[in-house]
């Protein structure tokens, strides 16, 4: 009976991030693509550890590897949210408007 709700978990979470990928895909926003990348490690990780469950021992010497690299991913990757939403707009590369010419007002 646990097998079977752990597979269930398993298919759930795995249809989560094909629909996540898909939804991302096709929207327009260049911008989503990090949260999908933040999505895809932790649920990512999760499926690995469902798995190295579902597999038993077998499993259990190279699942928990991957696990920790997807988890470090999403880890890199809130950092890189967090840390772009808090920079200013000219220090990420916005373009501002150029000074004028001649030194200032009323030239």
Same mark, same amino acid.
Do not use: C, N, Q, Y
């Given at each position: 009976?646990?097998?079977?709700?752990?597979?269930?978990?398993?298919?759930?979470?795995?249809?989560?991030?094909?629909?996540?990928?898909?939804? *991302?895909? +096709?929207?327009?926003?260049?911008? +989503?693509?990090?949260?999908?990348?933040?999505?895809?490690?932790?649920?990512?990780?999760?499926?690995?550890?469902?798995? *190295?469950?579902?597999?038993?021992?077998?499993?259990?010497?190279?699942?928990?590897?991957?696990?920790?690299?997807?988890?470090?991913?999403?880890?890199? *990757?809130?950092?890189? +949210?967090?840390?772009?939403?808090?920079?200013?707009?000219?220090? +990420?590369?916005?373009?501002?408007?150029?000074?004028?010419?001649?030194?200032?007002?009323?030239?």
């Amino acid at each position: 009976m646990s097998e079977i709700l752990l597979t269930t978990v398993f298919v759930v979470l795995l249809v989560d991030v094909v629909v996540a990928f898909v939804v *991302t895909a +096709r929207r327009p926003v260049t911008d +989503r693509w990090l949260l999908s990348l933040l999505l895809s490690g932790t649920t990512g990780a999760a499926l690995v550890a469902l798995l *190295t469950v579902l597999l038993g021992p077998a499993a259990a010497s190279r699942f928990p590897d991957v696990a920790v690299v997807l988890i470090g991913l999403a880890s890199l *990757t809130a950092v890189v +949210r967090l840390t772009a939403a808090r920079t200013p707009g000219a220090a +990420r590369g916005a373009r501002t408007s150029p000074a004028p010419l001649g030194g200032g007002a009323g030239a």
